[in-house]
């Protein structure tokens, strides 16, 4: 008969604490836009909580025939399977064979250190014992399944399930269970996504101890060892993490405190946008990160918030040529420049800095717009130096966008930065232009209760970044970049702003954007690589297929036109002299037809009339009534001088 030993009079030792084992029960309830909650409680540190009552006997099951067998017959510690594994480690000189209970196990995650001391494990022997007088085994077995590690930041079998298979844990088969009773015990060894022969080969050794122990029949046995388990590799929490951090920064507390008021929190949250990102992830099978987040125009609110990665993704990064409009275009804009300005696009040395064009593709004199459609990189540089640097900064910095002091050189205007920006920022300034030229911070949180009392409500209104004759000027000319420009790919999908950014040299590309907007929604994709770069291949304008499948789905819509300003109005201006000259004038009253061009200006920026004097005369007359019919035989006095 084996005597127990008398642990209980260990100095100085860890006592037990039953918080520790059930924190898994503070949890935050989490609403999407519809007002329904997610498919699963969050809990603190970020994991779905499982209730035991919930999950299917094969998956309890298939735990305890692999980690504990006696876990129902023992007090906590199983004696005869600590002789056997002394006896087999002494006989073999290792220690190749543990005996840790399943309380065992619990107490040391939850109390203990990794350290092989003897007194350590004294410790956690009395403690398992004092565990199983104060819980039953239901209540034991919750808390260890919810503080296992699975491997790749993965704590928790709730959130293992989600992650690797798509499914709440109440929906596990037998097979998925096994799977993951073996990865526990070496998650390196047993990863699905670096050994999965490693974990194929235990995954039938658990089977066949949980046949040997009377768990499952033959037929079981054999059809889940022959049901061959997919992964999924693309992680589900990217927003649950986002709504983490900004409900703590929006309510002042700690994720612990977040968790301990039972909170319910309001999002934005759209599953049908998610889950069509969540394809289009899978489909665009990109070597590299990738990360779609969709933003609500007139809210804020984050509609989705999707990555292929097991971590949280939001790093500064270079904007590449995505920046160009908050740098060069709308600063230009702002000063006094009409979507007509000519600028001259050919090889241009500023000092000691000498930007090329892509394909060194260079096109003469073009318009504003084209410039910006067709990214001249020259274009952009020389409307960053007339504006000047300072007075583009700080425009930029109005639509939220954040700089070093460091950043202060003309290769601003292609995303040159020492650190870059994050995608949530660069998202959320094109959010700000299709919001008329108003800025207000995004919010995965819209609203929190505590115990059925509201707590916080997101605030309206923000602050004007640039004027809506800016604004709506640069959304028009960002449509035609949808149209024929570098984010042409969108051209069949109805009325859609966008702008793309590939950054990279002759060895690949590290970072690729797409940031398209609708009246509704703003939509920023990014594709970038930390170690190898990605194939030059893979571009900005790539970017554009996520967008695309999006739209394909029906997640995204595209049917609405942008508000127009009453700071906009269309004019006629001469043709002939903006050819001729390169030079914007509005059209005199009585020039032919034909050298008329109507376009959309400000109204805080419009050009001058080349004759002053037929500008004086006609003024009242042909401005402010468009429907004035002049004489045809003056119209053709004047035609006959162009002849």
């Known amino acids: 008969m084996l005597i127990e030993p008398r642990i209980n009079i260990i100095p100085n030792s860890r006592k037990l604490d039953t918080t520790l084992l059930t924190s898994y029960s503070d949890t935050v309830t989490i609403l999407d836009v519809n007002g329904n909650p997610l498919d699963d409680a969050i809990f603190f540190g970020n994991k779905i909580a499982v209730d035991i009552d919930d999950l299917p006997k094969h998956t309890a099951d298939a735990f305890i025939a692999i980690e504990d067998k006696r876990f129902y017959s023992h007090s906590g510690v199983d004696y005869k399977r600590m002789a056997s594994a002394l006896w087999k480690n002494v006989t073999s000189r290792s220690f190749r064979e543990g005996a840790s209970t399943i309380t065992q196990q619990l107490i040391k995650n939850t109390h203990l250190s990794n350290e092989k001391t003897l007194k350590r494990k004294l410790v956690e022997i009395r403690l398992a014992r004092e565990l199983e007088r104060e819980f039953d085994k239901n209540q034991i077995l919750e808390s260890y399944f919810n ?38 015990n070496n998650p390196s060894k047993y990863s699905p996504y670096k050994n999965q022969e490693n974990l ?23 059809a889940a060892s022959a049901e061959r388990l997919t992964f999924c590799k693309n992680k589900q929490n990217q927003f649950i993490e986002g709504l983490v951090k900004n409900a703590c920064d929006k309510l002042g507390c700690s994720e612990k405190q977040l968790f301990l008021k039972n909170y319910t929190l309001q999002t934005a949250l759209d599953t049908n946008i998610v889950g069509s990102a969540r394809k289009a992830i ?26 292929n990665t097991n971590k949280y993704l939001n790093p500064k990064r270079s904007p590449a040529s995505a920046i160009k409009p908050f740098v060069s275009y709308a600063p230009a804009l702002e000063n006094g420049y009409t979507p007509l300005t000519q600028i001259l696009d050919t090889p241009t040395t500023f000092g000691d800095y000498a930007p090329q064009n892509f394909k060194n593709i260079y096109r003469g004199y073009q318009s504003l717009t084209d410039c910006l459609i067709y990214s001249s990189n020259v274009a952009a540089v020389k409307l960053l130096q007339d504006v000047g640097i300072e007075k583009s900064r700080a425009i930029a910095q109005d639509f939220g966008l954040s ?52 707590v916080y409500t997101a605030a309206d209104g923000g602050r004007r970044a640039v004027y809506d004759d800016t604004a709506y000027l640069l959304t028009d000319m960002l449509t035609q970049c949808a149209q024929r420009g570098t984010a042409k790919k969108l051209k069949n999908h109805g009325i859609i702003a966008a702008k793309t950014g590939t950054n990279g040299d002759k060895n690949g590309n590290y970072d690729c954007y797409c940031v398209a907007y609708t009246p509704e929604y703003t939509v920023a994709v990014w594709f970038g690589s930390n170690e190898k770069p990605l194939d030059n291949k893979v571009t900005g304008a790539t970017c554009c297929n996520i967008i ?32 001729d000259s390169h030079k914007v004038y509005l059209a005199d009253p009585l020039l032919p037809p034909r050298y008329r061009r109507r376009v959309l200006l400000s109204k805080r920026h419009l050009p001058v009339q080349k004759s002053i004097d037929i500008i004086d005369f006609y003024d009242g007359l042909f401005w402010n009534d468009s429907k004035t019919d002049l004489n045809d035989g003056y119209l053709d006095i004047f035609d006959s001088l162009f002849d």
């Open 147 to 184: 503080i296992l590690y699975f491997g790749s930041g993965i704590r928790g079998l709730g959130t293992a399930s989600r992650i690797m298979f798509d499914k709440p844990a109440s929906e596990l088969t037998l097979a998925q269970s096994a799977a993951l009773a073996s990865i526990i």
């Open 200 to 222: 194929e080969a235990r995954k039938n050794l658990v089977l066949r101890q949980m046949l040997q122990q009377g768990f499952i029949s033959e037929s079981d046995y054999a």
């Open 403 to 454: 700089f070093e002091q460091s950043d202060n050189s003309l290769a601003l205007a292609l995303g040159g930065m020492e650190r870059g920006i994050t995608l949530t920022e660069l998202a959320n300034a094109y959010r700000t232009l299709a919001n008329g030229g108003v800025y207000s911070d995004i919010a995965y949180l819209q609203s929190a209760k505590s115990y059925d009392s509201v």
């Open 282 to 307: 899978k489909n665009a099978n990109i070597d590299g990160h990738v990360r779609v987040l969709v933003l609500n125009n007139a809210t804020g609110g984050v509609a989705c918030d999707e990555t």
């Open 548 to 579: 695309t499948s999006m739209f394909d789905d029906g997640a995204l819509r595209a049917d609405k036109k942008f508000a127009v300003p009453q700071s906009v109005a269309y004019y006629e201006i001469d043709g002939y002299e903006l050819n």
